[in-house]
């Protein structure tokens, strides 16, 4: 199941500020997400926009916000 990415800006913009305070860069926030670097890096280029259910959720947890902030889970499950 994938959760699909609202907005860049917004994704770019709580990077920088997270609930936590200090920045994350995209190594960090994949380090602490538990997502591969390469993932973080090509949603932050916007070259991707989605992550599977239990990426967006440790993504999330790590900038500290809720998953709705973030992304749009699937319409149905047969996303």
């Known amino acids: 199941m994938r959760y699909v990415l609202r907005d860049l800006e917004t994704f770019l913009k709580i990077m920088e500020h997270p609930g936590r305070g200090q920045s994350y860069s995209i190594r960090d926030l994949a380090t602490t997400a538990q997502v591969s670097k390469s993932k973080i890096e090509r949603i932050a280029r916007g070259d991707l926009d989605w992550l599977d259910v239990n990426e967006a959720h440790r ?20 996303q």
Request: glycine share 4%; no cysteine.
């Open 59 to 78: 993504v999330v947890e790590a900038l500290g916000v809720t998953v709705l902030v973030l992304f749009m889970p699937p319409t149905s499950l047969a």
